[in-house]
Structures are given as structure tokens and as C-alpha cells.
T-cell receptor, first 113, second 116 residues
Framework: KQEVTQIPAALSVPEGENLVLNCSFTDSAIYNLQWFRQDPGKGLTSLLLIQSSQREQTSGRLNASLDKSSGRSTLYIAASQPGDSATYLCAVRPGTSYDKVIFGPGTSLSVIP | NAGVMQNPRHLVRRRGQEARLRCSPMKGHSHVYWYRQLPEEGLKFMVYLQKENIIDESGMPKERFSAEFPKEGPSILRIQQVVRGDSAAYFC??????????????FGPGTRLTVL
């Protein structure tokens, strides 16, 4: 059974810092991995999707990496801004049941001006 | 191209009433997924539907919950005889592919259900 965990659960950093969010999954047989952002009381915004055959994806100040063999993904945020404050969710599409997405519990990020 | 739409955005029900949540997928999408986010918990898969078919309902509670995606109109998640524990945010997602590694699900803004 695929399980997704994220550390840390919460993170507070001063503006301008680079930071890394971590995601781990128990079964390396995945179709893809996706990072989402969720603002309080809002829906989900897709940030990056990494295909199972890829090692990383980049969009602006965001870079996500994938290491299937170790069951890990990281989301790197460069030069953080107060507007980056949100909860970041890691989500895995399993290899055995590829229709549903399994979410991690999220990392709550606060960027202090 | 409008995104995934859900209504209502907020729904208040008293214990024992019925809740109906609607989801209109993105144009051209024929796959709909429902997820639930309980307070202080992560998002959990509930059900996956294609037009007129339930494909995977392994995450649905056994009683009081049902879902449909008719040939015409939005997908409906129905909760009968609601209890306080049903209070949560319910998200709908849609996609236009199945089983490919580039497939992505687009999420709606959610319906926040409060049971008094």
C-alpha cells in the first residue's frame, strides 16, 4: 500500500532564503509525482508534475526532483517571498492503481517579510 | 477554457439532512475524481467516475455516500443523513487522459460542508 509522508510539517523562514521541502513514498512503482500548493480555504494549484521517467522539473523559482529508487522527492524554492506562504502538498499516482492520487499531509510554509 | 467548477462553495446542513455537491469538469474532460479533506487531515481519494460509470469507489464510505456522473450535466456527490463528522472540504478533479505518466488532474476550488 502506497503511503506518502512529508517533512517538515511546518516551516518558517525569513524572506529571501532558499528552502527545501521533502516528500517520501513507500512504493517506488509510480506513474508520476506532483507538487501542489494550497492556500488557506482555497483549492489546489498544480506547481510541478514529474513523470516517472524524469529526474526533475523546473518552473521559475521552483525545482522538483524525483528519486524513485529511494522513494523521495524534493521541492526547492529559491529566494522565498511572503507570497510563497501556503501549504505544499506532494501527491503520487501509484503504479498499481493509477487512477487515484495519494496525497501527503503537506508542509505548511510561512515566509516572514 | 473555464477550469473545474464546483458548487456550492459553502454548504451548511443540519444533522440528518441531505447534502448535494456538484462538479462540472473542464471542457472536454470525461474523468472525474472526488477527494475529501477532513479538518487537520490530508486529502483522501473517494471515488473515480467516467461518464455514466463508477470506476473506483474504494475510498467511499460504505453508507450514506453516493456519486454519479450522468451523460449530461455535472457530477454529483450525495451525502444522505449527514452527521457532524461529514464536515470537510470536498474537492473535485477532472482529467482527459487515463493511465499515462503525463496525466494530470485539475482541481476545483472545493465545497466546504459544515454540519450543525
Amino acid at each position: 500500500k502506497q503511503e506518502v509522508t512529508q517533512i517538515p510539517a511546518a516551516l518558517s523562514v525569513p524572506e529571501g532564503e532558499n528552502l527545501v521541502l521533502n516528500c517520501s513514498f513507500t512504493d517506488s512503482a509510480i506513474y508520476n509525482l506532483q507538487w501542489f500548493r494550497q492556500d488557506p480555504g482555497k483549492g489546489l494549484t498544480s506547481l510541478l508534475l514529474i513523470q516517472s521517467s524524469q529526474r526533475e522539473q523546473t518552473s521559475g523559482r521552483l525545482n522538483a526532483s524525483l528519486d524513485k529508487s529511494s522513494g523521495r522527492s524534493t521541492l526547492y524554492i529559491a529566494a522565498s517571498q511572503p507570497g510563497d506562504s501556503a501549504t505544499y502538498l506532494c501527491a503520487v499516482r501509484p503504479g498499481t492503481s493509477y487512477d487515484k492520487v495519494i496525497f501527503g499531509p503537506g508542509t505548511s510554509l510561512s515566509v516572514i517579510p | 477554457n473555464a477550469g473545474v467548477m464546483q458548487n456550492p462553495r459553502h454548504l451548511v446542513r443540519r444533522r440528518g439532512q441531505e447534502a448535494r455537491l456538484r462538479c462540472s469538469p473542464m471542457k472536454g474532460h470525461s474523468h472525474v475524481y472526488w477527494y475529501r479533506q477532513l479538518p487537520e487531515e490530508g486529502l483522501k481519494f473517494m471515488v473515480y467516475l467516467q461518464k455514466e460509470n463508477i470506476i473506483d469507489e474504494s475510498g467511499m464510505p460504505k453508507e450514506r455516500f453516493s456519486a454519479e456522473f450522468p451523460k449530461e450535466g455535472p457530477s454529483i456527490l450525495r451525502i444522505q443523513q449527514v452527521v457532524r463528522g461529514d464536515s470537510a472540504a470536498y474537492f473535485c478533479a477532472s482529467s482527459d487522459q487515463r493511465g499515462t505518466s503525463t496525466d494530470t488532474q485539475y482541481f476545483g476550488p472545493g465545497t466546504r460542508l459544515t454540519v450543525l
